[in-house]
């Protein structure tokens, strides 16, 4: 999704993060800043970077006015120079999360593609739909244009078609395009309730009903009554959507990257937020054997900083262990490490994870948070000025 204001959020962060960051630019907020009538959701959103309470939740609230709009061919303009400022900000690709702005017509998402290509940024695209058709229009306009393009969690927005759907993204890659995805080791998603997800027909596009929806903020699983309610609040919702036998298929498909599409913390949130690379390790490697200890590593490492050292220059010295490269390391048992994250218990720490070295300071030392150290450094694309 990306970050308003990236100039100011990556100033927030400075000298107190544990680990590094970095951030795409939001077309979301570029495409608002764009249209009229928005300067009051500009105004709380740049409030809220400053005062570090910035979340995607809020974010997706605060734009969220603007997603049912469509925009014409100056706006669009205007919103391919907001973009481009915010890769001289230091954005980190460009955040294109169709899936949530209906008002947003194949035109406009191509110009972006065109500029994404022009300045070879990659793309972070979730799809319009869990619908193969809009995977084949993501791959289509990446070649097209030729812009790198990676696709989030590919799990959820192919659900059923999930297998032919990687093909595709190995095909592309065959044959020379930067294109990549990555899948999350659950079999749930998790998402605002108030969002376009959500909109009528949602039970047919993800194949569910009111019974798989659980609301993040008691547990419950919901029914008409309850989501309707829920629905005109902001609050967020799990929903179990796929089997366990897509979600192995993407975790063992070659070239297809582990993330963890992580949420804002919240006692019963999405447990990926706490335990997606523990999970990989202990029951996909050890107990499942769905793939070996160092393809599930280079899933987890090697594959997303080649991913994104293309756009964050500094990502070329990370997601290795050699001479030269940053000392950004995570030592872990693999016969005990475990995910302790649940869908119905509060999110809690996985265990066997015992050190964590960011630029070879220690932020975790025998499973424990060292105190007062903050060595997490800012990665920035390309475009920095």
Known sequence: MGVPFLDEWYKTRQGKALINYGSSANWG???????????????????????????????????????????????????????????????????????????????????????????????????????????QQAISD??????????????????????????????????????????????????????????????????????????????????????????????????????????AAGIRAKGILIGSDGRPYAPLAHPRTAGTFARVLSKYVREDKVLDLPAAIEKMTLLTAKMLETVAPAMRFKGRIQVGADADITIFNPNTVLDKATFDESLKFSQGIEYVLIGGVLVLKNGQTVPGVFPGQAVYGKYKK
């Open 29 to 135: 907020f570029a495409r608002m800043q764009a249209l009229p009538g928005y300067a009051n959701e500009a105004a709380e959103l740049k409030q809220a970077v400053a005062n570090e309470t910035f979340n995607a939740d809020m974010g997706m609230s605060a734009v969220g006015g603007s997603f049912t709009k469509g925009i014409d061919a100056a706006q669009t303009q205007t919103m391919l120079a907001n973009i481009r400022a915010d890769l001289a900000a230091g954005g980190i690709g460009i955040g294109l999360y169709i899936g949530y702005v209906p008002g947003a017509k194949p035109e406009e998402v191509f110009r972006v593609y065109q500029l994404a290509g022009e300045m070879q940024a990659t793309i972070f695209n979730h799809v319009r739909d869990p619908n193969l058709v809009y995977i």
């Open 142 to 247: 990446a070649m097209l244009t030729n812009a790198p393009m990676h696709l989030v969690h590919i799990s959820s927005m192919m659900l059923s078609q999930i297998e032919v759907g990687i093909e595709m993204v190995q095909t592309a890659q065959k044959r020379g395009f930067p294109i990549t995805a990555e899948i999350y080791p659950y079999t749930a998603g998790s998402t605002g309730l108030f969002t376009n997800m959500f909109a009528d027909g949602w039970q047919e596009r993800l194949g569910i009903d009111y019974k798989d929806l659980q609301w993040a903020a008691t547990g419950e699983r919901l029914t008409k009554e309850t989501f309707d309610t829920y629905r005109k609040t902001k609050g967020v919702v799990i929903f179990h959507a796929m089997k366990p036998d897509w979600v």
